[in-house]
């Protein structure tokens, strides 16, 4: 199947501070990519969508202006964590859909996870 | 509202048992059904998924599941179970088709847990 990189797998900051996340699809073009959040023991949350060339569609209750994402080429998405605090610590997901496959509801690629601890 | 439960948090088996791990969905309409695992380090690897048809799906790594639509199931099922099986598996649902997004609705994910 087509691969999903993360970039880092795990980071550690300091409250206040910015982290940026870059999510890659590595042999395929991504016209859509999704930024979930999972906590310990509990399921995925998708936090929004995001289609290349345009702005991200958030899920209700996830604040836009903290999560800023970017899509700006069919291979890479970018979730920063603005003014990082602790309980942004966190589990973050991406996933790409492959438009190649057909069916639009199949077709979503894992990245292996990014930790993120902020102290 | 839609949702995804899987009753069991934790399984503990022994290699070479029968598995089944549990999936129940609340969705008005047909769904469309997933399990992935998720191992340590790597991404949610998509196990089988059901569209529509035959109700016993095949997936990869000798995985089966059910779609029972009287009891709104989706149970996964693996004859012999191996040692690198051990893993997290998430059951799922999406939300529309076709044009839509295609948003995927999780579980809280089981942990399998495999003896020698």
């Known amino acids: 199947g087509a691969v999903v990189s993360q970039h880092p797998s795990w980071v550690i900051c300091k409250s206040g501070t910015s982290v940026k996340i870059e999510c890659r699809s590595l042999?395929?073009?991504?016209?859509?990519m999704f930024w979930y959040r999972q906590f310990p023991k509990q399921s995925l949350m998708l936090m929004a969508t995001s289609n290349e060339g345009s702005k991200a569609t958030y899920e209700q209750g996830v604040e836009k202006d903290k999560f800023l994402i970017n899509h700006a080429s069919l291979t890479l998405s970018t979730l920063t964590v603005t003014s990082a605090h602790p309980e942004d610590s966190s589990f973050y997901i991406c996933?790409?859909?492959?438009?190649?496959?057909?069916?639009?509801?199949?077709?979503?690629?894992f990245g292996p996870g990014t930790r993120l601890t902020v102290l | 509202a839609q949702s995804v439960t899987q009753p069991d948090i934790h399984i503990t088996v022994s290699e070479g048992a029968s598995l089944e791990l549990r999936c129940n969905y609340s969705y008005g309409a047909t769904p469309y059904l997933f399990w992935y695992v998720q191992s340590p380090g790597q991404g949610l690897q998509l196990l089988l998924k059901y569209f529509s048809g035959d109700t016993l799906v095949q997936g990869i790594k000798g995985f089966e599941a059910e779609f029972k639509r009287s009891q709104s199931s989706f149970n996964l099922r693996k004859p012999s179970v191996h040692w690198s099986d051990a893993a997290e598996y998430f059951c799922?649902?999406?939300?529309?088709?076709?044009?839509?997004?295609?948003?995927?609705?999780f579980g809280k994910g089981t942990k399998l847990s495999v003896k020698p």
């Open positions: 799922a649902v999406v939300l529309g088709y076709g044009g839509s997004q295609g948003n995927l609705i």
């Open positions: 042999d395929f073009q991504a016209t859509t």
């Open positions: 996933s790409a859909r492959d438009p190649r496959t057909g069916l639009s509801t199949d077709t979503q690629y």
